[in-house]
């Protein structure tokens, strides 16, 4: 069962340059959400969607576009990368809001130079 | 909206001590809490949550948590520490509502505590 998946793990970004992180989910969960994890900073979530075709910005949206054409995938782009983006991206899903575990995937690490 | 304090950033512990992860919550309404652990170079996972009952509630790897709604804590707990309880350790908060701040998931995160276990 593979859970929640992100592609690629690690990735090396001129400043300017754009690229899509991508997130996919086997387990039929509606909710999936974003986040960026910097040290000391705990996770900020960046945009989440409560379904198919339904998204939204959370606390950290500027620079990061997304879409959720499928259940399954929720692709995260970044639009022109700056060095302020890098960090480690994290994807989740969960079944419910709240009253159920939300499941992560590995993360991808961007550095950007 | 709801926001989540670890008040720890770092908490250093001898192997077979006991150790407490302090959590404390703001909301205004009824919340469900829960504690995440993140191993090296790996995503998140559930270590417990406390959604209703008992206050007392027990997760994964000996670890345990009690909600004290008066205190608004939720402390986590282990009697005593393995060196592969090295990791970050998240509380996160959920009310249910989209409109809270948290993700789909309805969850808003603390900044983190990470455990160092000393041999």
């Known amino acids: 069962n593979a859970g929640v998946t992100q592609t690629p793990k690690f990735q090396v970004l001129k400043t300017g340059q754009s690229m899509t992180l991508q997130c996919a989910q086997d387990?039929?969960?509606?909710?999936m959400s974003w986040y960026r994890q910097d040290p000391g900073m705990g996770l900020r979530l960046i945009h989440y969607?409560?379904?198919?075709?339904?998204?939204d910005q959370g606390e950290v949206p500027n620079g990061y576009n997304v879409s959720r054409s499928t259940t399954e995938d929720f692709p995260l782009r970044l639009l022109s990368a700056a060095p302020s983006q890098t960090s480690v991206y994290f994807c989740?899903?969960?079944?419910?809001?709240?009253?159920?575990?939300?499941?992560f995937g590995q993360g991808t690490r961007l550095t950007v130079v | 909206a709801q926001s989540v304090t670890q008040l720890d950033s770092q908490v250093p512990v001898f192997e077979e001590a006991p150790v407490e992860l302090r959590c404390n919550y703001s909301s205004s309404v009824s919340v469900y809490l829960f504690w995440y652990v993140q191993y090296p170079n790996q995503g998140l996972q559930l270590l417990l949550k406390?959604?209703?009952?008992?206050?007392l509630v027990k997760g994964i790897n000996g670890f345990e948590a009690e909600f004290n709604k008066s205190q608004t804590s939720f402390h986590l707990r282990k009697p005593s520490v393995h060196i592969s309880d090295t990791a970050e350790y998240f509380c996160a908060v959920s009310d249910l509502d989209l409109n809270s701040g948290g993700g789909a998931d309805g969850l808003t995160f603390g900044k983190g505590t990470h455990l160092i276990i000393q041999p």
């Open positions: 969607s409560v379904g198919a075709g339904i998204t």
């Open positions: 387990m039929n969960h509606e909710y």
């Open positions: 406390y959604l209703s009952g008992s206050t």
């Open positions: 989740a899903s969960s079944y419910s809001t709240g009253l159920t575990e939300a499941f």
